[in-house]
């Protein structure tokens, strides 16, 4: 599929913030680790700015994640990695007792198969 610069700007943004709020990092925590300022990161989670190279690299870095992901417009179309990554990411925002009703529930849902 072909994107204007725009949507490419949009789509990144979404995917920035997507993965910063699954590490559980706020705008400025970001910002930290990347070495630029708060209201860079605000811009790219917008679309409103694109980051520079450097700090394209710092956030693929400082997510935790390949540069691809954070082109990977498409869902729908998680590779197992990133798929993996999220659940992950996830999960690991649970305290126990949801962390031990989840394991009841997927265990459920793989005996009904």
Do not use: H, W
């Given at each position: 599929?072909?994107?204007?610069?725009?949507?490419?700007?949009?789509?990144?943004?979404?995917?920035?913030?997507?993965?910063?709020?699954?590490?559980?990092?706020?705008?400025?925590?970001?910002?930290?680790?990347?070495?630029c300022?708060?209201?860079?990161?605000?811009?790219?989670?917008?679309?409103?700015?694109?980051?520079?190279?450097?700090?394209?690299?710092?956030?693929?870095?400082?997510?935790?994640?390949?540069?691809?992901?954070?082109?990977?417009?498409?869902?729908?179309?998680?590779?197992?990695?990133?798929?993996?990554?999220?659940?992950?990411?996830?999960?690991?925002?649970?305290?126990?007792?949801?962390?031990?009703?989840?394991?009841?529930?997927l265990?459920?849902?793989?005996?009904?198969?």
């Amino acid at each position: 599929m072909n994107y204007s610069e725009k949507e490419i700007m949009k789509n990144f943004g979404k995917k920035v913030k997507k993965y910063r709020k699954l590490l559980n990092l706020t705008q400025q925590q970001l910002a930290d680790k990347c070495g630029c300022s708060a209201q860079t990161i605000s811009g790219t989670e917008t679309g409103y700015s694109f980051p520079s190279s450097d700090i394209l690299f710092k956030l693929s870095f400082s997510l935790n994640v390949p540069l691809a992901y954070l082109f990977n417009f498409d869902d729908r179309q998680l590779d197992n990695e990133e798929f993996y990554f999220i659940i992950k990411n996830s999960v690991n925002k649970l305290d126990k007792k949801d962390k031990d009703l989840l394991i009841k529930i997927l265990k459920c849902i793989a005996e009904q198969q």
